[in-house]
Nanobody, 116 residues
Framework: QVQLVESGGGLVQAGGSLRLSCAAS????????IYWYRQSQGKERELVAE???????KYVDSVKGRFTISRDNAKNTVYLQMTWLRSEDTAVYYC??????????WGQGTQVTVSS
C-alpha cells in the first residue's frame, strides 16, 4: 500500500512562508484526490486543501488566497505552499490520499508553528 509522508514544517514568524511536502512511496497518480489536513491543540482535525488527479484544487475559506496546493506526478509529491502565515495556522499538518473507496492511513504529520 502506498504511504504518504509529510515534511517541511517548522517555526516561522507571522507573515512568513513555508512549503510542506507530502511524498508518496508509490505513484500519486493512482489517487483520486490528495488532501492536506491540520489539527491545532485542543481542536478537531480540519480539511485545509485538496487536489484531484487532474489538478483541481479546493481550499477551506480561512486559507484561500494564502495557501496553494500542487502536485508533481514525476516526483510523486504533493505540496502545500503557505504564505502570509498567521498564528492561527499553527498546527500539525497531515496529508492523506483517497482511492478505491478508501483513505491512506494517517501519518505522523509535520508541525507548523507561527509566532506572532
Amino acid at each position: 500500500q502506498v504511504q504518504l509522508v509529510e515534511s517541511g514544517g517548522g517555526l516561522v514568524q507571522a507573515g512568513g512562508s513555508l512549503r510542506l511536502s507530502c511524498a508518496a512511496s508509490g505513484s500519486i497518480f493512482s489517487f483520486n484526490s490528495i488532501y492536506w489536513y491540520r489539527q491545532s491543540q485542543g481542536k478537531e482535525r480540519e480539511l485545509v486543501a485538496e487536489i484531484s488527479r487532474v489538478g483541481t484544487a479546493k481550499y477551506v475559506d480561512s486559507v484561500k488566497g494564502r495557501f496553494t496546493i500542487s502536485r508533481d506526478n514525476a516526483k510523486n509529491t504533493v505540496y502545500l505552499q503557505m504564505t502570509w502565515l498567521r498564528s492561527e495556522d499553527t498546527a500539525v499538518y497531515y496529508c492523506r490520499g483517497y482511492r478505491d473507496y478508501d483513505f491512506t492511513a494517517w501519518g505522523q504529520g509535520t508541525q507548523v508553528t507561527v509566532s506572532s
